[in-house]
């Protein structure tokens, strides 16, 4: 049995659990997972934003950022008690593979060592200490940067440890936050919390790890109304309800489903380089299971290389077929099953209909790549490892084909040379693509990224300025005016 959850302020026996079990890899694993009153969640809160006003905001950024990186510093131990946990509780909740779960928690957290929180840090502000006090702005006068008394997280179960980037961002912001954590993944955030608060105990007032039932309309709204942002992962039906419930006083910052794609150009499609960018591509699809935003979903690859397009989705294949057996896929429940069984139905009859098409994967469906040439409609896989590889001739062709999703694009990876990817970039940045990576790395977006193609940090804090006529203003009170 293990508990989620993290808050101060309560009496521990008048909080209800409700346990909720876990099954894969063929353990069984029961959770507690705090059920609160909306008088105690609006307890919780209060005490929150006021650690937030009078304790974290009296810690300056430098001093957030060691607090950060030794956090981080521990979960990278394997050693540690809350990274054994991760390695062993996490792929029982999430189904994914337990190699897969331990190498991209690895990976997702050398992204907030200090060396990297400090680059998150320049890009948004430029001079961080702009979170600590006024600091001079050049066309005269100063400005401060204040975080939020109360920022509300809404948290996704799709992909592990994805808490970690909102929880970092409102504590280098220095915003008190309250959390609620995910039915498919509720244990994480709740490690982080306690692991924030054992390196720094002044801090243990300032965050909280909750859960409620999706919908409950009388405790969102109640929490909502306390908070000063609402910051909310899912999907976008989900998303509309809790925008719904979130007043006009209140900023909130969502991010829905998106789709992501790459492509494929036919210089990277040389006997030298095509089974290498075979290869990350099929990284890009593998790694968990394309549940993020980011994961791609189609390529756009260009004939006139020395591998063809076709025999590039059959390279492709062979890499996804390796990964499963390095990396098998997680099982995936009824309704997903039943999808992907249709789909694949779908797809594999459309062959004869359809000229020069093809459907390549295992009679288990545990991945499948579909070979075809350019279409009018570019139709995104159900996921679970399944992708779509597009023969192109020009990538101009593909303008007219993804304008109609610009409000769903997120990240392109590119195999191309240098002369192209700045012309290719600049035409995604037509469709509404946010994000550009190189194949490999589609998964793994970069601290300080601009999510969504909105800021990580300046998103989350109000400016405050004192005019430079309010200093000259100020001069004449001044106890050495003559």
């Given at each position: 049995m293990e508990r989620a959850g993290y808050f101060t302020g309560l009496n521990e026996e008048d909080v209800k659990y409700e346990i909720r079990?876990?099954?894969?890899?063929?353990?069984?694993?029961?959770?507690?997972?705090?059920?609160?009153?909306?008088?105690?969640?609006?307890?919780?809160?209060?005490?929150?934003?006021?650690?937030?006003?009078?304790?974290?905001?009296?810690f300056s950024v430098s001093e957030l950022v060691r607090i950060i990186d030794e956090v981080i510093a521990r979960l990278l131990d394997r050693d540690n008690l809350y990274r054994q946990k991760a390695e062993e509780l996490l792929p029982i909740i999430t189904g994914f593979d337990e190699e897969m779960v331990r190498l991209g928690l690895t990976s997702q957290l050398k992204t907030f060592r200090k060396p990297q929180l400090q680059r998150f840090l320049v890009e948004d502000f430029g001079n961080p200490l702009l979170l600590d006090d006024f600091q001079p702005r050049a066309k005269g006068g100063h400005s401060k940067a204040i975080g939020p008394g109360l920022m509300t997280h809404i948290w996704a179960g799709n992909v592990p440890a994805l808490p970690l980037w909102s929880i970092v961002s409102s504590l280098l912001v220095k915003g008190g936050s309250i959390g609620k954590v995910s039915s498919a993944e509720p244990l994480f955030a709740g490690w982080v919390a306690k692991m924030i608060a054992e390196v720094e105990p002044r801090l243990r007032?300032?965050?909280?790890?909750?859960?409620?039932?999706?919908?409950?309309?009388?405790?969102?709204?109640?929490?909502?109304?306390?908070?000063?942002?609402?910051?909310?992962?899912?999907?976008?039906?989900?998303?509309?309800?809790?925008?719904?419930?979130?007043?006009?006083?209140?900023?909130?910052?969502?991010?829905?489903?998106?789709?992501?794609?790459?492509?494929?150009?036919?210089?990277?499609?040389?006997?030298?380089?095509?089974?290498?960018?075979?290869?990350?591509?099929?990284?890009?699809?593998?790694?968990?299971?394309?549940?993020?935003?980011?994961?791609?979903?189609?390529?756009?690859?260009?004939?006139?290389?020395?591998?063809?397009?076709?025999?590039?989705?059959?390279?492709?294949?062979?890499?996804?077929?390796?990964?499963?057996?390095?990396?098998?896929?997680?099982?995936?429940?009824?309704?997903?099953?039943?999808?992907?069984?249709?789909?694949?139905?779908k797809e594999q009859m459309s062959v004869f209909s359809e000229q020069g098409k093809e459907v390549i994967g295992p009679d288990s469906g545990s991945w499948a790549v579909v070979y075809e040439p350019l279409k009018d409609f570019v139709l995104p896989s159900p996921l679970n490892r399944v992708v779509r590889i597009i023969e192109i001739e020009d990538f101009h062709e593909i303008l007219p084909l993804l304008v109609p999703f610009r409000h769903y694009l997120q990240t392109a990876g590119i195999a191309a040379s240098p002369e192209n990817l700045f012309h290719l970039s600049s035409l995604l940045a037509k469709t509404g693509v946010t994000r550009i990576s190189s194949l490999g790395q589609m998964t793994a977006p970069e601290a300080g990224w601009h999510h969504d193609g909105a800021w990580s940090l300046l998103d989350l804090v109000q400016m405050v300025d004192i005019e430079d006529n309010a200093e000259v203003y100020a001069e004449k009170f001044a106890s050495y005016r003559d």
């Open positions: 079990e876990f099954q894969g890899h063929g353990k069984t694993l029961q959770v507690e997972v705090p059920v609160v009153t909306t008088e105690q969640l609006l307890q919780i809160a209060e005490g929150v934003k006021t650690a937030s006003d009078h304790i974290l905001k009296s007032g300032c965050l909280a790890v909750v859960w409620w039932p999706g919908g409950d309309e009388e405790k969102e709204s109640a929490l909502f109304n306390a908070s000063d942002l609402v910051f909310a992962y899912g999907g976008n039906e989900a998303l509309t309800a809790i925008k719904n419930h979130v007043p006009l006083t209140t900023k909130f910052l969502g991010h829905g489903h998106k789709i992501s794609f790459g492509l494929v150009s036919k210089e990277s499609l040389n006997a030298k380089n095509a089974a290498e960018t075979a290869r990350l591509a099929a990284y890009d699809v593998m790694r968990f299971d394309q549940q993020g935003c980011y994961s791609p979903q189609f390529f756009f690859v260009q004939s006139g290389g020395q591998v063809s397009p076709k025999s590039f989705s059959q390279y492709v294949a062979h890499e996804l077929a390796v990964f499963e057996k390095r990396f098998p896929r997680r099982a995936l429940s009824k309704e997903e099953g039943a999808e992907l069984f249709t789909w694949r139905q």
